[in-house]
């Protein structure tokens, strides 16, 4: 049988393709998680366990090999796709292949302070993320599951030239941050409010200190975010990780916030949110959600 990630967000599909013999993989929708015997999952109830690439490939290396048909949900990213190459058995025996599973596993579920750039296999990852867009329709997860192995079996001068390209968008995307960060941003206490920014700049923003641990206050500049991203005017709020986001909020992080922000609807998770999706807000928005955050950080 082919190998392919079947995409789809919708939980009765996934439970379809289950009972037609795929495997799910990351198939969580709305805090349930589909899984079968193999266990590919490690959100809500099963937040205990262990990333999905790590597992797959300590724990089950090849063990979809014979018939390598998956299911997964939402976004196909490199926890995901990787877990399913594993099992599938499609990556080549190389020695970068156990360092890649615990940089990928380290990303995923704590995605700021990691320094991908300087990790050994971070150059693969950081082309991976590059080229494969983080898909959600099959095709392109499928084929986003094939480049881990197209990466791995590329002469080293190849892969040199596309991680240089990779390390290019990385800077200039972090430079972009720095200066939305200067015009952009102002400092309500420990919030950081961000008006504008042309990218995704969150590991510029929450500034990681030299001093201070990773999972305290002390660790960050800017140990809370709000920035407002245009057209339609969302907010997402962040915390560098579950750790700080708990010390300032208590064991529910964030989660405590959410309710007495407005527009009425904020959601997400201990250490990242956001407002309501389809409703459009401007920088008054950001800025009552900023002074919010602020009182109720506990002191
Ligand atoms: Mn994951």
Known sequence: MALELWMTNDVGQVRGRVAQG???????????????????????????????????????????SEDPRFVGVGQADADMT?????????????????????????????PIG??????????????WNTLSGSPRDTASATAAVYLWRTLLCLPAQTLALFEAVARQRLQARQEAAREALEAHGRSLGLVLAIER?????????????????????EGWEH?????????????????PNAAVARELFGPDGLRHVFEALEPKGWGGREAIG????????????????????????LR
């Open 22 to 64: 795929f495997c799910p993989v990351e198939c969580s929708v709305g805090g349930q998680s589909v899984v079968d015997g193999l266990m590919m999952d490690h959100h809500g109830e099963l937040s205990g366990l262990e990333s999905v690439a790590i597992r797959a490939l300590r724990d089950h290396a090849g063990a979809r």
């Open 82 to 110: 990787f877990a399913v190459a594993a099992l599938s058995g499609i990556l080549p025996d190389d020695p970068r292949v156990g360092p890649l599973a615990e940089l990928i596993a380290l990303v995923d579920t704590e």
């Open 114 to 127: 990691v320094d991908i750039a300087s990790s050994e296999v971070g150059g693969i990852l950081m082309v």
């Open 197 to 217: 920014s042309p990218v995704w700049g969150f590991d510029v923003w929450y500034g990681r200190r030299q001093q201070g641990a990773f999972g305290s206050v």
């Open 223 to 239: 140990p809370v975010v709000v920035a407002l991203s245009q057209e339609p005017g969302r907010i997402t709020v962040g915390c």
């Open 274 to 297: 956001g407002s309501p999706r389809g409703v459009d807000v401007g920088a008054d928005a950001l800025y009552k959600a900023a002074e919010c955050l602020e009182r109720f950080i």
